[in-house]
T-cell receptor, first 112, second 114 residues
Framework: EDQVTQSPEALRLQEGESSSLNCSYTVSGLRGLFWYRQDPGKGPEFLFTLYSAGEEKEKERLKATLTKKESFLHITAPKPEDSATYLC?????????????FGQGTTLQVKP | DGGITQSPKYLFRKEGQNVTLSCEQNLNHDAMYWYRQDPGQGLRLIYYSQIVNDFQKGDIAEGYSVSREKKESFPLTVTSAQKNPTAFYLCATTRTGIMNTEAFFGQGTRLTVV
């Protein structure tokens, strides 16, 4: 069964304190792994797509990496505006559609 | 401005009532999806549609219904058969229903049973 697990559930950082969020996945044939940012009461905002092990993507203070079993979202020198819930999702391997399997999310709080 | 518009932002339902959530997109995307989000859980797929006049059940379709009469619109009806409808509902689109492209989301509708 396709599954996505994110850890930790919650993370508190001081401004400038770098860290990483983890997304472990089990899927029959990875066709894409996605990272989203979600602010309270809003819809998820797309950040990155990763397709194959070894791939890396960067955007400002965020860097996403992918292995055969997991993905990391590295946050370098975070700022309070980086506070949000970060969601990881994979395309369901058994289907030929864009159906996504989501993890539970990691809620990040960055204190000034 | 291209995007996905969900309305209303907040919706209150009485016991036994059917309510309809609206989702409109002007991205010219073929595929549309409805997800449900509950606290502490990942988004779960309710229904999806890859083309007009066609749609399929997702993982939690019981108590919900949809239609796809126009490419731009994919309304979701929460029926009285849905026993626990209080949740945050998200509509999403992808350029096509087959390619491995990212999904774009609307801003959500929060449904509360009163």
């Amino acid at each position: 069964e396709d599954q996505v697990t994110q850890s930790p559930e919650a993370l508190r950082l001081q401004e400038g304190e770098s860290s990483s969020l983890n997304c472990s996945y089990t899927v029959s044939g990875l066709r894409g792994l996605f990272w989203y940012r979600q602010d309270p009461g809003k819809g998820p905002e797309f950040l990155f797509t990763l397709y194959s092990a070894g791939e890396e993507k960067e955007k400002e203070r965020l860097k996403a990496t992918l292995t055969k079993k997991e993905s990391f979202l590295h946050i370098t020198a975070p700022k309070p505006e980086d506070s949000a819930t970060y969601l990881c999702a994979v395309i369901q391997g058994s289907s030929n559609t864009g159906k996504l399997i989501f993890g539970q999310g990691t809620t990040l709080q960055v204190k000034p | 401005d291209g995007g996905i518009t969900q309305s209303p932002k907040y919706l209150f339902r009485k016991e036994g009532q059917n309510v309809t959530l609206s989702c409109e997109q002007n991205l010219n995307h073929d595929a549309m999806y409805w997800y449900r989000q509950d606290p502490g859980q990942g988004l779960r797929l309710i229904y999806y549609s890859q083309i007009v006049n066609d749609f399929q059940k997702g993982d939690i379709a019981e108590g919900y219904s949809v239609s796809r009469e126009k490419k731009e619109s994919f309304p979701l009806t929460v029926t009285s058969a849905q026993k626990n409808p209080t949740a945050f509902y998200l509509c999403a689109t992808t350029r096509t229903g087959i390619m491995n492209t990212e999904a774009f989301f609307g801003q959500g509708t929060r449904l509360t049973v009163v």
